[in-house]
Structure formats: C-alpha cells, structure tokens
C-alpha cells in the first residue's frame, strides 16, 4: 500500500510534488515551533526574567551591606543622641523642683505671673509631656530674658501659644510694657512601671486587634 502511494505521487506532475515538499516542511516548522522552540523560548525568558530580578535583589544587597558601617555609626549616633536627650529629661520625683525653678526664673527675669497653671500630664512613648499656662505682663524685654533663662536650663522646656496683647508704648524711654500669655511644655523620663505599663497596653491593643473575630453577615 505505501509502494502504491509513493508511485503515485511519483507519478503526480513537478508542481504538486514541490507543493507537497513546501506543505511538509511548513508542518514541520509548525511542529517544531509548537513543541520546541515556543516552550523553550518562554522558559528562555521567564529564566532571564528571573536572572534580572535576582541581580538587582543581589545589588540591593550588596548596596545594603557595603554602606553597613555607616548606617552603624548612624544609628549609634541617633542612640548616643537619644540617651543624651533623655539624660536631660528629669524623673517624676523632680517635678516640682522644675515647676518651682519655672516659676522662680519668670519673677527674676522682672515678669508679673498672673497665671502659673500646670495641665494633665500625657504619656508619650518614652516620655511624659506636661503643659503649664503661663500669663504675665511685663516688658517685652523681660519677657526675653525669660526666655533665655529657660533655655540656659539643664532640662528641655518649649514655649508654644505665645500671645502678647496690650503694649503699654514708651514713656520717658522705660521699656515697653505688655500683657501675654504662652504655654510652656515640660518633659520627664517615664518610670519603670510606666514603661511596662505602656508596652503592656500597646501589646494588648495589638492583641485585640489582631484577635478581632469577623463580622458574619445574617442573610
């Protein structure tokens, strides 16, 4: 039966015979391209994808690793920074020595203190923070060295809300006289129990949310 076939087409004119060459051979191309070479050539790039992706992670890394030392210094610095800030910040049993020497260096410095209110205390992550209304009237220049007093101080205080209203105007070249008011914040270092008292209600927020059973939906 294949003899017969191959003197047939044997027998069939030059023209069908080349069509015949061109149709096999296209199929083959076919084939080859389907189950070869597209598979091959996709796995081909999903490697060199791969390969891209992997060398840039591979720089990153390197990047990371070659600038180590300085983001180590960088972060002792930030740390040395931290404890030095915090050395600055008084316990809670020198509170009122600091409210006292407040107080002490705005008569000194010539002000009238109307007002010397202290507010609630709020906990911060490593601090506690505690704001004081201060009215007074004075002159504009007493008012400066207040200021500067305070900054002198071991401790940090910052002065927000400054209000001065009234100007009283020159008389006889005496100073300007005001009436003001201003809000000055006092920082201290947080206790031990406070520390673990504010890790602890941290911890149990992140608990609670992470806990948190959802909602079922009633049809």
């Given at each position: 039966?294949a003899s017969a076939f191959i003197e047939r087409f044997l027998e069939r004119p030059k023209s069908h015979k080349v069509l015949f060459w061109i149709a096999s051979l296209a199929f083959l191309i076919f084939v080859f391209w389907q189950y070869l070479y597209s598979?091959?050539?996709?796995?081909?790039?999903?490697?060199?994808?791969?390969?891209?992706?992997?060398?840039?992670?591979?720089?990153?890394?390197?990047?990371?690793?070659?600038?180590?030392?300085?983001?180590?210094?960088?972060?002792?610095?930030?740390?040395?920074?931290?404890?030095?800030?915090?050395?600055?910040?008084?316990?809670?049993?020198?509170?009122?020595?600091?409210?006292?020497?407040?107080?002490?260096?705005?008569?000194?410095?010539?002000?009238?203190?109307?007002?010397?209110?202290?507010?609630?205390?709020?906990?911060?992550?490593?601090?506690?923070?505690?704001?004081?209304?201060?009215?007074?009237?004075?002159?504009?220049?007493?008012?400066?060295?207040?200021?500067?007093?305070?900054?002198?101080?071991?401790?940090?205080?910052?002065?927000?809300?400054?209000?001065?209203?009234?100007?009283?105007?020159?008389?006889?070249?005496?100073?300007?006289?005001?009436?003001?008011?201003?809000?000055?914040?006092?920082?201290?270092?947080?206790?031990?129990?406070?520390?673990?008292?504010?890790?602890?209600?941290?911890?149990?927020?992140?608990?609670?949310?992470?806990?948190?059973?959802?909602?079922?939906?009633?049809?």
């Open positions: 039966m598979p091959v050539s996709e796995k081909k790039a999903k490697l060199e994808g791969d390969k891209e992706s992997l060398n840039k992670q591979i720089s990153a890394e390197r990047l990371v690793v070659r600038n180590l030392p300085k983001f180590r210094e960088e972060v002792k610095a930030l740390e040395s920074l931290r404890e030095m800030a915090l050395n600055q910040l008084p316990y809670k049993r020198d509170m009122d020595g600091l409210l006292s020497s407040v107080t002490s260096l705005a008569k000194d410095s010539g002000l009238e203190v109307i007002r010397f209110a202290p507010g609630n205390e709020e906990i911060r992550d490593i601090y506690a923070e505690r704001p004081i209304q201060l009215d007074f009237t004075g002159s504009f220049q007493q008012l400066m060295t207040f200021f500067d007093e305070l900054s002198r101080l071991s401790r940090i205080i910052s002065v927000t809300g400054i209000n001065l209203k009234n100007p009283k105007g020159y008389q006889e070249e005496v100073q300007v006289g005001i009436d003001g008011s201003c809000k000055l914040l006092i920082y201290r270092q947080l206790e031990e129990d406070e520390r673990i008292d504010t890790g602890s209600k941290e911890e149990d927020k992140f608990k609670r949310g992470k806990g948190k059973a959802p909602a079922v939906k009633r049809k």
